[in-house]
């Protein structure tokens, strides 16, 4: 079997699942009207603000913080792609179609980050599109795609959302546990970013390349200019999530199913 026949069975079976879609609508659903109460709330209180909070203003991030649950939702559809296959046996007959393991996986792979970019950029367009009409409609100081650094931001949240695909998958097909990998994932983005401020110094750097803490801040038009770039954080980022995936490929070439 051809590998764009492989990719083609994994999208029948993506698609064919009535979770997909669901997880989707939720994402969308969930996303957007975080956007609209965080801008709303936002653009009301802006009038409050000191003027050392207005000169760290930065409507494209707030706009944008539907990121914080749909990474966790775009990680539950990762992880499922490779998971549920184990929970229901599935992966017997999908070996068994496609024996080159790696091939497999990599398929898995492939669909998952393409379906998150596309999801994720259309969803963190949609949010900024949102969001700003609200901002504007409460007479706060709003951007549009054309402002500097904004068309980044906007972009870097569909790659970031993609990310967190990828590590998602990585995280499935170590674990083989849909409860394990999404536990490890909720670790990973928001219980270790809580706990950075116990940790030393210099592990606290570390943590800049933390997803949830230094990987979002391609998110933000405004970065902070006494920290590395925020692309340099990103790729930080991506090298720990492919060091993810390529334990996962290993594991599930020696593993038995």
Known sequence: MRFTHTLHAEWVKLRSVR??????????????????LTSFAGGEGYAELSPADRLEWDPTNLSLRSYIVAQLVIGVLGILMVTSEFASGLMQMSLGATPRRHRLLAAKVLLAAALAVVVGEVLMVAAFTIGQLMLAAKDAPHAGLGDPGVLPAVLGGGLYLAAIALLSVGL??????????LATLVGIVFLVPALGGLFPDWLQKVLYFWPSQGGAQVLATLPNPDLPHPWLYFGGMCAGIA?????????FRRRDV
């Not at 499935?172 to 990998?181: E, F, H, Y």
């Not at 060091?243 to 594991?251: D, E, K, N, R, S």
């Open 243 to 251: 060091a993810v995936l390529a334990a996962g490929f290993v594991l």
């Open 172 to 181: 499935g097909t170590i674990l083989r546990s849909t409860a394990g990998a």
């Open 19 to 36: 979770s997909t879609w669901l997880t989707l609508a939720t994402l969308f659903v969930v996303g957007l009207g975080i956007t609209a």
